[in-house]
């Protein structure tokens, strides 16, 4: 476990900088890496003010299984009174799936592919900015 989280540590360090560089970067961003894949199953997204916001991942491996089927969990990693929400956009069309508002406590959630193709774009927000999109793919 130790080797995943070191691994997980290091693959996502690149992304919190982007992402804490580019917090308030408009919707039409483009997809900056993937969620469902092997080497990035975890996204942490950090304000300009380099908070930890929030944090989002897979409920399990096999949420990566091509049955269309998005398992994730979002967390709210910051007491402050503020929520996070995960923003999908998915078949032209934009849908929040999840709000997570209980610091430390991961929400479970379904995103189910809209057009049959197992693609979607998804950033983390919160009442400061969202985070860049994600392409989360094979699902």
């Given at each position: 476990?130790?080797?995943?989280?070191?691994?997980?540590?290091?693959?996502?360090?690149?992304?919190?900088?982007?992402?804490?560089?580019?917090?308030?970067?408009?919707?039409?961003?483009?997809?900056?890496?993937?969620?469902?894949?092997?080497?990035?199953?975890?996204?942490?997204?950090?304000?300009?003010?380099?908070?930890?916001?929030?944090v989002?991942?897979?409920q399990?491996?096999?949420?990566?299984?091509?049955?269309?089927?998005?398992?994730?969990?979002?967390?709210?990693?910051?007491?402050?009174?503020?929520?996070?929400?995960?923003?999908?956009?998915?078949?032209?069309?934009?849908?929040?799936?999840?709000?997570?508002?209980?610091?430390?406590?991961?929400?479970?959630?379904?995103?189910w592919?809209?057009?049959?193709?197992?693609?979607?774009?998804?950033?983390?927000?919160?009442?400061?900015?969202?985070?860049?999109?994600?392409?989360?793919?094979?699902?």
């Amino acid at each position: 476990m130790y080797s995943r989280f070191s691994h997980v540590c290091k693959s996502f360090s690149a992304m919190v900088l982007v992402a804490t560089l580019l917090v308030m970067t408009p919707v039409a961003t483009p997809p900056a890496a993937a969620i469902c894949t092997p080497n990035a199953d975890r996204m942490i997204f950090t304000s300009p003010d380099n908070v930890r916001r929030a944090v989002e991942q897979t409920q399990y491996p096999s949420t990566c299984d091509g049955d269309k089927r998005y398992y994730g969990e979002l967390q709210d990693s910051i007491t402050d009174g503020s929520c996070v929400w995960a923003v999908y956009l998915d078949g032209g069309q934009y849908s929040t799936d999840v709000v997570a508002c209980t610091t430390g406590v991961f929400k479970h959630y379904t995103h189910w592919d809209q057009n049959n193709n197992t693609v979607s774009f998804v950033q983390l927000c919160w009442n400061g900015g969202c985070s860049p999109q994600i392409s989360n793919h094979s699902y």
